[in-house]
């Protein structure tokens, strides 16, 4: 069966996303022990994954659980937006997008509330793929055979995924707080 499509893992693949220690630098900041950052914020980084709260939600909550005023807030944003979206796999990126049109190609993601502009903003992922954003963490929003059909107008479409190689992470919410 000849491979007619392709898709693409944002979170570690398409971005190179390296843990910077935001978090500890901010508990220092803060004078919290290690580990509180991620006690305290647990909740909001889950519900931002799954996108069941909002970014006004994930601003207030951190307002409120870490004291944080607003050009206290605004830094720490932009401090976990520089670890969240990483750099670009510029390689793999241009790869993608010299798939086309021969293959069709797609983009899966479980991106944290408010990435999706960022990340297009930063790295163009639209001009790469057909993007899919259907999490496998997300409820009610089922992501395995979704690439495969997105991706292909036919259900009995072959897909490969390199993502599997580099281990798709659902949330990536133990890895990465969001």
């Known amino acids: 069966m000849a491979i007619r499509?392709?898709?693409?893992?944002?979170?570690g693949v398409l971005e190179i996303t390296p843990d910077l220690g935001v978090d500890r630098q901010w508990e220092t900041r803060l004078g919290l022990p290690a580990g509180q950052m991620a006690e305290r914020m647990h909740d909001v980084w889950l519900g931002g994954s799954l996108g069941t709260i909002t970014l006004?939600?994930?601003?207030?909550?951190i307002t409120d659980r870490l004291g944080l005023d607003e050009r206290q807030l605004a830094a720490f944003m932009a401090d976990m937006w520089r670890e969240y979206?990483?750099?670009?796999?510029?390689?793999?990126?241009?790869?993608a997008r010299g798939l086309r049109p021969r293959y069709r190609t797609g983009i899966l993601s479980n991106s944290f509330v408010g990435a999706r502009e960022r990340e297009q903003a930063a790295y163009g992922f639209e001009d790469a793929g057909n993007e899919i954003r259907?999490?496998?963490?997300?409820?009610a929003q089922p992501a395995r055979g979704r690439p495969a059909r997105a991706?292909?107008?036919?259900?009995?479409g072959n897909c490969r995924h390199p993502?599997?190689?580099?281990?798709?992470?659902?949330?990536?919410?133990?890895?990465?707080?969001?």
Request: glycine share 6%.
């Open 163 to 178: 993502a599997a190689i580099h281990s798709l992470r659902p949330a990536q919410a133990a890895r990465r707080r969001w």
């Open 5 to 11: 499509a392709v898709v693409f893992d944002i979170g």
């Open 56 to 61: 006004e939600d994930v601003h207030q909550a």
């Open 85 to 95: 979206l990483g750099t670009a796999n510029t390689e793999l990126i241009e790869y």
């Open 134 to 139: 259907a999490g496998a963490s997300r409820p």
């Open 151 to 156: 991706a292909s107008s036919r259900r009995t």
